[in-house]
Each structure stands twice: as structure tokens, then as C-alpha cells.
């Protein structure tokens, strides 16, 4: 074969697409550049050295077929929508037979075409190639975030709501356990020391993120869980930042320049009160907790593996699993980089530009990350399991525990700021653990909220989250 179309196949199967779609450091971008530059030197031993045609035809074919992979995006686009339909078989099993399959075409196209089958497949992925550059909404271009102008004024009065997704509530499953009575405990002496309201029995009246916080936001309680999107709350997102768009919200209304911190999951922005659009990324600069892989390998394997790769996606499970690496995606790197994001609300507190921040965070989802000590683990980040009960509830009360020393830790500088007799705060979760079908596990959440008069009080009877948000918030 002709030595340029031979290294030209190499450069452009293994072209990194990712590296132009994502904002990265320089750093990552030259070691990336470097291990690219160090296959082309073991391309060519291939080619001097291998003397077999049976084994250069496969090593072709394996070239091509990851090819093929790298520039599809096969496992975000479609295995992982479909997984529930290759169960009980494990998706990253799936994508495994995908490449075999892609090997074996190649081969056999090798085989009965020569060297012609190359350029069949090659003129394949070079198409796709241009589409993912081109076209793809895998592009940061796409990302919501926005920063509007804003007049100078500053508020006297600030609203800071956080919803913290998966947090279990006093009494709930969690706190059958001596460490989800520590946590009970410290629940209580939290919203002691800064005169809140908690309310130990209180419940969701949806299991699911997308219908309990839409519900929530449009200060709507009855039983109409099945039915949002005939009353145009929220839709799928076409775009591959989000999962669900936020249409209509009620609360948002209220105010006149809002700061929204997101996840990936809901984007709150199309709201016209919403004047910063700040969502999670790993490609953004944060401040990770102790115990966090903030590395260059971490950085490289999160990126591969966000644009959707079958490749990716396996290297990244398999250096999770190895404990070489930790996951930037959704809740791993939103454990990780919480303290981070508390320093960046405080900092939009000190402004006083904004009548409320909105926060909606992952970082109390399962897989769960933190240890005894609040430091994060990526084992066992990537041991949970959801029918390891006992030990699945032991890392909802450890992530718990230390969310809530870090959000004590928080109050105390706003305290020590004086910002605290300005702000009225409310913390709560969307729903519970859901480990089990019960209510205590499925729909009991925390709700903690001091306005700007309150004084601490424990709240015993039971209360339904969307009715007494809406009292409190209407």
C-alpha cells in the first residue's frame, strides 16, 4: 500500500474529534497531540515489520473500524437511549459486539476487495468526519450558558433556593441507620443555628426529577404527575447539552434578575428573568475536592468519552474501574466540584444583582462519592449499586453529611459577611433515594427554609412538597 494513504488512514480514523469541539486546556491538547504523534511511529513499525497479510489486513481493519466509531458518536446516540432494550446484557457489552461487527466488515471488505475496500470505508468516515465537525450539536457553540447586561442595582432583599437532586429527607429510608440518625441530628442543629424551619415529614408528589420540579416551579399540588407536558411545563431538549427545557415557570416570574446554576439535566434559562445562565461542565475551571482526579488522563478520557464514542466510552468505565481516572460527568464531577460552586453563588451574593439564585445540582445523585472523612472517592463512585442496598444508603448518608458541612461552612461566610439577615434560603430535594417503592424511600424529601422574619422550628406534621413551596414561595 502506498505509504502516505497508509499514515493518511491513521491520521484521519484516529483524528480527535472532541479536541475541536470542546473547550480545553492547551495542556490536554498537546499531550493528546503527542500520543497521536507517538501511533503514527507504531503505525509504520506495522507496516515495515508485519509480514502477514492475514495479520496487516486485520490491523487494517481494526484501524478502520475505530474509524468508524470515532467520528459517529454510536454509544450517546444510540446505545445508551436504548439500553433498556438490551437488558439484562450490559450496554458497554453491546458496544463491544458493535466494534467486533465494524471489524468484521472491514476484514471481510480487505478480503474480497483488496486494498479497494479500503478507500470505500475511508470515503465512509471522511463523510462522517465533516458531518461531526460541521453539523453535530456536540459543538460548546450549543452550550446555554448566557450572560445578559444588567442595570446597576443592587437588591436588598435575595432569594437562594437550592434543589438538590436524589437528597434523601429527616426520617426518610436513609435515616433508619446510626449514620442517618447523624444525619438527622445534623440537619437539625444546621437549621437551629441559622433559624430555619425543617420539615421532618414531608413529601414529593412525583418520583421523577422531570415531573417533581416543573410541578414545583409552577407552584402547581395536584395529582397531575402524567400530564405536564399537556400543560406545557417542559420538553425534551433537542440539545445534547440538555436533557429537558424548562417552558413555563412560574416562580422565575416573580423575579426580576435571576442568577440560574444548572445541571446538564434541566436547563431553567429560556425564562426572560434569567439573567446568567451558569451550567456544569467539565470542561469548565473549578476548585475539586480532596480525593478528586482533577488530572490530565481524567481530562482526557471525560472528553473522548462526552463525545459519545463506543471507544470512549469503554477506555473511560475501564480507568474508572482501575480507580486511574474519576468522572466529570454529571453527579462524580458535581461532588467533586460543589465547594467550587458554593464559592461561585457567594460571590453572586456580594454583588447583590440578583433578587434570587436558582441551583440545581447533582451532587447528592447516586453514584455516590463521598467517604467518612467528606473527601471523594472514585471507587466508590464506580462500585455503587442500587441492589447493594445497605451499601447504596450508607453513600447517600456519607454524601448527605458532607453536603451539608459544606453548605454549613457556606452560611458561615455569608454570616461573617453579614449577607445572611439579607437572604432568604431554601434547601430541599426533588425526590428521595428511591431504592425502594415506599414512600419513605421514594417520595420523602428534606425541606429547609428560613425567610426573613423566621425563626427555628421543627415542623412534624406532614406536608406535601409542591403545596407548601408554593405557600412559602407565592
Not at 457567594?346 to 441551583?359: A, C, M, P, R, Y
Request: charged letters at 20%; proline letters at 2%; aromatic letters at 16%.
Amino acid at each position: 500500500m502506498n505509504l502516505i494513504l497508509y499514515n493518511l488512514i491513521y491520521l484521519i480514523c484516529f483524528f480527535p474529534i472532541w479536541l475541536f469541539a470542546f473547550p480545553l486546556d492547551i495542556n490536554v491538547i498537546l499531550i493528546t497531540l503527542v500520543i497521536i504523534v507517538v501511533g503514527v511511529f507504531f503505525h509504520n513499525i506495522i507496516n515495515k515489520y508485519v509480514e502477514s497479510k492475514i495479520l496487516f489486513n486485520a490491523y487494517l481493519a481494526l484501524v478502520l473500524a475505530f474509524g468508524i466509531d470515532n467520528c459517529m458518536s454510536i454509544f450517546s446516540d444510540f446505545l445508551i437511549p436504548n439500553a433498556s432494550n438490551f437488558a439484562p446484557v450490559n450496554v458497554y457489552l453491546i458496544g463491544f459486539v458493535f466494534l467486533l461487527i465494524f471489524f468484521a466488515i472491514n476484514l471481510f471488505l480487505l478480503k474480497k476487495t483488496n486494498y479497494k475496500g479500503v478507500l470505500i470505508v475511508l470515503s465512509f468516515i471522511i463523510a462522517s468526519l465533516i458531518y461531526s465537525l460541521k453539523f453535530s450539536d456536540k459543538n460548546f457553540e450549543n452550550f446555554p450558558d448566557f450572560k445578559k447586561t444588567m442595570v446597576n442595582y443592587k437588591y436588598e432583599k435575595m432569594t437562594l433556593v437550592f434543589v438538590m437532586d436524589q437528597m434523601a429527607g429527616i426520617n426518610s429510608d436513609a435515616s433508619k441507620s446510626e449514620l442517618g440518625k447523624k444525619f438527622d441530628e445534623n440537619a437539625l442543629i444546621f437549621a437551629k443555628k441559622y433559624g430555619a424551619k425543617i420539615y421532618e415529614n414531608i413529601y414529593t408528589q412525583c418520583p421523577m426529577t422531570f415531573q417533581s420540579i416543573p410541578k414545583l416551579i409552577n407552584f402547581d399540588y395536584a395529582k397531575n404527575c402524567d400530564e405536564l407536558e399537556n400543560l406545557n411545563y417542559i420538553e425534551k431538549s433537542n440539545n445534547f447539552f440538555n436533557e429537558y427545557l424548562i417552558l413555563k415557570n412560574r416562580f422565575f416570574d416573580k423575579f426580576n434578575s435571576i442568577a440560574v446554576l444548572q445541571s446538564y439535566h434541566m436547563n431553567f434559562c429560556k425564562n426572560e428573568n434569567v439573567k446568567i445562565c451558569d451550567q456544569y461542565s467539565q470542561f469548565k475551571k473549578y476548585d475539586y475536592v480532596k480525593g478528586f482526579k482533577d488530572t490530565f488522563l481524567s481530562k482526557i478520557l471525560g472528553a473522548w468519552k462526552h463525545h459519545g464514542s463506543i471507544s470512549g466510552n469503554i477506555s473511560w468505565r475501564a480507568f474508572l474501574t482501575l480507580n486511574l481516572s474519576d468522572s466529570y460527568e454529571q453527579s462524580g464531577g458535581e461532588k467533586g466540584s460543589f465547594v467550587s460552586l458554593l464559592k461561585k453563588i457567594e460571590k453572586k451574593l456580594i454583588t447583590q444583582k440578583h433578587d434570587l439564585i436558582f441551583v440545581h445540582s447533582l451532587s447528592t445523585h447516586n453514584p455516590y462519592g463521598f467517604n467518612d472523612k467528606c473527601e471523594y472517592s472514585g471507587k466508590r463512585y464506580i462500585n455503587y449499586s442500587s441492589n447493594d442496598q445497605l451499601e447504596a444508603i450508607k453513600g447517600q448518608n456519607y454524601d448527605r453529611i458532607c453536603i451539608l458541612k459544606f453548605l454549613d461552612s457556606f452560611f458561615e461566610r455569608l454570616t461573617e459577611k453579614k449577607l445572611l439577615n439579607n437572604l432568604e434560603f431554601m434547601i430541599l430535594s426533588d425526590h428521595g433515594t428511591r431504592l425502594k417503592p415506599d414512600k419513605d424511600s421514594t417520595f420523602k424529601t428534606i425541606l429547609i427554609h428560613k425567610d426573613f422574619y423566621s425563626k427555628f422550628e421543627k415542623v412534624e406534621e406532614k406536608k406535601i412538597l409542591q403545596k407548601t413551596f408554593s405557600k412559602l414561595m407565592n
